[in-house]
């Protein structure tokens, strides 16, 4: 089969590997009809993720249909079509039982991490009954790829971590697909204000239409502050989300954050921060990570089926398999290209 090959950091090849087999009782094989790539891709071609090897197949995100199951697969058999979980659960372990399945002693964050992903004609899926869905009735193959992880990683790790409340004022620093994504679930709990903040023009001004009340560009980070600051009176944000994962965006929602406020980081950070404990001790702030656990799935799968969202508006881009160098290109160079996400077609 064809593959998109992690080859070292600033460096990728679209060939022909071995296929993938079933290896234990529980997994599952899946043929790919639809992936898509994420910030987290470009992060490990930056060489930010050191414990992906050279060799591994890229990609965390899919939806297919279900080619060959172990014995021990209960839920699922071949000819399903399945969404594919960025996080793999085994379901049983002392994480597991507390719902932190990205820390899943057997699994977490593994597929185009630390076993081949879903940038491929097949993948291996361990653990499959916990690790993939059914794709309810009302929901598109483009709409379900986004349920394999920026929906919920948004969900979660921004805004449950935020512990967004009605009324809040919430700046989400990154319009990136994950920033949106956090933009789109933070409307859940009805917050007053939600400034995003980018580089981006237009990347600005989409997230108008996906429900920012305000927009802040920046480029220059000092005038950025200020104008978050000028937007909430002078008291700061009660919610900022971190969604890019750069130093500079983090001293950016460090400096809005008003006392008693939340600081959820999303970004996947390649270097180091500046931690500015010494004015934030005093302020009574909660300083949050993580890495997202798909316990918010069966809600969000509800929450596309009653089209109370439209996620698949977040696309711009198709591209054909074969075209999957040509997809990259267009994601790494995403303002030029005003992309946001990009899905690749195997069919």
Not at 35 to 59: P, R
Not at 162 to 167: A, D, E, L, T
């Amino acid at each position: 089969m064809k593959a998109l090959v992690y080859e070292g950091p600033g460096k990728k090849s679209l060939k022909e590997v071995e296929n993938p087999n079933i290896i234990n009782d529980g997994d599952a094989i899946v043929k790919l009809v639809k992936t898509t790539i994420c910030g987290t891709d470009l992060h490990i071609l930056s060489g930010d993720v050191a414990a992906v090897k050279e060799g591994t197949i890229l990609g965390h995100e899919g939806v297919g249909i279900v080619e060959e199951v172990g014995p021990g697969v209960k839920n699922f058999k071949p000819g399903d079509k399945v969404i594919i979980s960025c996080v793999t659960s085994c379901g049983s372990c002392h994480y597991c039982k507390q719902a932190l399945y990205a820390h899943c002693e057997d699994g977490g964050w593994i597929l185009g991490h630390l076993i081949n992903g879903t940038q491929a004609e097949y993948v291996h899926i361990p653990h499959a009954d916990n690790s993939l869905y059914h794709i309810p009735k009302g929901i598109s193959d483009d709409a379900a790829v986004m349920i394999s992880d920026i929906l919920p990683t948004g969900l979660e790790i921004g805004v449950l971590n935020g512990q967004v409340k009605p009324g809040d004022t919430v700046t989400i620093v990154g319009a990136g697909p994950i920033g949106m994504a956090v933009l789109l679930t933070a409307q859940f709990y009805s917050p007053s204000k939600i400034i995003m903040v980018d580089l981006d023009d237009n990347r600005l001004e989409e997230a108008k239409k996906f429900g920012a009340t305000h927009t802040v560009n920046s480029k220059d980070t000092e005038s950025a502050i200020k104008q978050i600051m000028e937007l909430t009176d002078g008291r700061g944000v009660d919610v900022a989300v971190e969604a890019a994962g750069f130093p500079v965006t983090f001293d950016i929602c460090q400096k809005v954050l008003a006392p008693g406020g939340n600081l959820a980081n999303v970004g996947v950070h390649g270097k180091s921060v500046d931690l500015e404990l010494q004015d934030l001790w005093i302020r009574n702030v909660t300083i949050t990570t993580g890495l997202v656990s798909t316990n918010s799935t069966p809600m969000l799968l509800k929450t596309l089926a009653s089209g109370k969202i439209k996620v698949e508006e977040l696309i711009t881009h198709n591209f054909k398999f074969e075209n999957m160098l040509d997809a990259y290109e267009t994601f790494q160079n995403a303002s030029k290209e005003k992309a946001m996400k990009v899905i690749i077609d195997f069919e």
